[in-house]
């Protein structure tokens, strides 16, 4: 009898060690071809793990390739910081070695909330390092126009890659296409007279004192390879759910010591208080 009470203890403390590990694994990371360590706030669409992530920040994995679904856009996440809360993405319609793919959608600097209003943050993404400017290439069709560049701006003729047929809206056959090289903060008074802008897409360089001879951009091809780096992403926003359960505003920086820093603000945007995230 007693050597089957023991039993018993043993079962019962197996069962409970097996259940804590259990515990312990249920969130444990997945991956999706080379993108590994997915994990929070991070979720794999159609884990059927739903207590996992958060449906905000929920990824598709597609032809081993894990994807991002942002403003009617589809990107690929070609990798994952969760020391700077920040990801790289690339659209999924540029192809490596092949200067005529081109981005699917539009996506500039305008498309965030943290670039217009760095206190008006709504989107669970935004752009890492918003207050720097960012190199912009713009698509436009001129027709039969000649192009004319400056000091600040220019224009690249895109042949041979993209011609009349391959361009973005298929433009009819007498066109001539460019892509129009500025930061963001691109007057729209550049585009000239009788352009139509078609694509617009915002690069992975920042810097105010960008100039286009020190990164090689000087051809078409140049700002294929450009587009190919894609844009980090900022999911930071992350941190302020403290300020908006309390139905205030907020705004998050990172201090030279690489710690992440929330600041609580009431409309008036006066600030009400900080908290420290490890």
């Excluded at 996506?107 to 206190?119: A, I, R």
């Excluded at 698509?139 to 039969?144: D, E, K, L």
């Amino acid at each position: 009898m007693k050597v089957l009470l023991l039993l018993l203890l043993l079962l019962l403390l197996l069962l409970v060690v097996v259940g804590d590990a259990g515990d312990e694994d249920e969130c444990e990371p997945r991956s999706c071809g080379d993108l590994h360590n997915i994990s929070y706030p991070f979720r794999l669409k159609g884990d059927p793990r739903i207590n996992c992530g958060l449906a905000d920040y929920e990824l598709a994995c597609e032809n081993n390739r894990a994807i991002l679904y942002l403003y009617h856009g589809s990107y690929y996440v070609l990798s994952i910081s969760y020391n700077n809360y920040s990801m790289r993405v690339v659209d999924t319609g540029l192809q490596p070695h092949n200067c005529s793919s081109l981005p699917r959608h539009s996506l500039t600097p305008y498309n965030f909330t943290n670039y217009q209003d760095p206190y008006d943050l709504h989107d669970p993404y935004g752009l890492l390092y918003p207050n720097d400017d960012r190199i912009l290439f713009v698509f436009v069709n001129c027709g039969t126009i000649d192009a004319v560049n400056s000091s600040d701006y220019y224009y690249v003729d895109t042949s041979p890659c993209i011609n009349a047929s391959s361009s973005p809206k298929n433009p009819r056959n007498s066109s001539s296409n460019y892509v129009v090289c500025g930061l963001s903060n691109l007057p729209v008074d550049v585009i000239k007279e009788g352009c139509t802008v078609e694509l617009m897409v915002v690069g992975s360089t920042t810097g105010s004192n960008f100039k286009y001879e020190s990164h090689n951009i000087t051809t078409y091809y140049d700002i294929h390879r450009e587009m190919l780096k894609g844009v980090e992403l900022s999911w930071s926003i992350l941190l302020c759910q403290p300020c908006f359960h309390k139905g205030r505003q907020c705004s998050v920086y990172q201090e030279l010591n690489g710690l992440f820093v929330t600041k609580c603000f009431s409309n008036c945007k006066k600030p009400s208080q900080s908290i420290h995230c490890a």
